[in-house]
Antibody, heavy 118, light 106 residues
Framework: EVQLVESGGGLVQPGGSLRLSCAAS????????MHWVRQAPGKGLVWVAR????????YYADSVKGRFTISRDNAKNTLYLQMNRLTGDDTALYYC???????????WGQGDLVTVSS | DIQMTQSPSTLSASVGDRVIITCRAS??????LAWHQQKPGKAPKLLIY???ILQSGVPSRFSGSGSGTEFTLTISSLQPDDFATYYCQQYNSYVSFGPGTKVDIK
């Protein structure tokens, strides 16, 4: 059974940093591109970042470029999102998702809440 | 960037109704269009990918169609479990989501 479990979220002050993790199981992690998608309270889904299977290629939404870094450790079956210089606009539930080239986002984690507030 | 729009933003319907949600893209995304369902407090769930292919386990009352820049999600007979928010999503050029359509009880 495919499982994606996010962790690392919480309350952080503006300008602070946080690192999210997503533990994957039930599939061959290294063969899938992975993405982060976020959802501000009461709002819609917004794509954040993606990484290819071996970690050699990444891409970011303009709103997080230069502040967020997506990475992965295939030996640990874990996806990461390092978030720096956080602002209130980054307050959201962050989902990690598995991406199939044909199916797109076929599995989602349960989400992890990041709250940026003083 | 490809912009996605959906209509309506909210739809009030009754159990048994036929429901149609429209999604439009700012440029052609065929065939890379998916639909996700999200219930309150839950993660999104993939319903349909590549415009019309049902994800495993999704009831056959859901169907997708369209091409180019215009797509529809149809629920043939709305069930109590279907009251949720539905998002279209393109994956032709990177990724972007529509703003969502909330289906609530009339």
């Amino acid at each position: 059974e495919v499982q994606l479990v996010e962790s690392g979220g919480g309350l952080v002050q503006p300008g602070g940093s946080l690192r999210l993790s997503c533990a994957a199981s039930g599939f061959t992690f290294s063969t899938y591109w992975m993405h982060w998608v976020r959802q501000a309270p009461g709002k819609g889904l917004v794509w954040v970042a993606r990484i290819n299977g071996d970690g050699s290629s990444t891409y970011y939404a303009d709103s997080v470029k230069g502040r967020f870094t997506i990475s992965r450790d295939n030996a640990k079956n874990t996806l990461y999102l390092q978030m720096n210089r956080l602002t209130g606009d980054d307050t959201a539930l962050y989902y990690c998702t598995r991406y199939g080239m044909t199916t797109s986002f076929d599995y989602w984690g349960q989400g992890d809440l990041v709250t940026v507030s003083s | 960037d490809i912009q996605m729009t959906q209509s309506p933003s909210t739809l009030s319907a009754s159990v048994g109704d036929r429901v149609i949600i429209t999604c439009r893209a700012s440029q052609s995304v065929s065939p890379w269009l998916a639909w996700h369902q999200q219930k309150p407090g839950k993660a999104p769930k993939l319903l349909i990918y590549k415009v019309s292919i049902l994800q495993s386990g999704v009831p056959s009352r859901f169907s997708g169609s369209g091409s180019g820049t215009e797509f529809t999600l149809t629920i043939s007979s709305l069930q109590p479990d279907d009251f949720a928010t539905y998002y279209c999503q393109q994956y032709n050029s990177y990724v972007s989501f529509g703003p969502g359509t909330k289906v609530d009880i009339k």
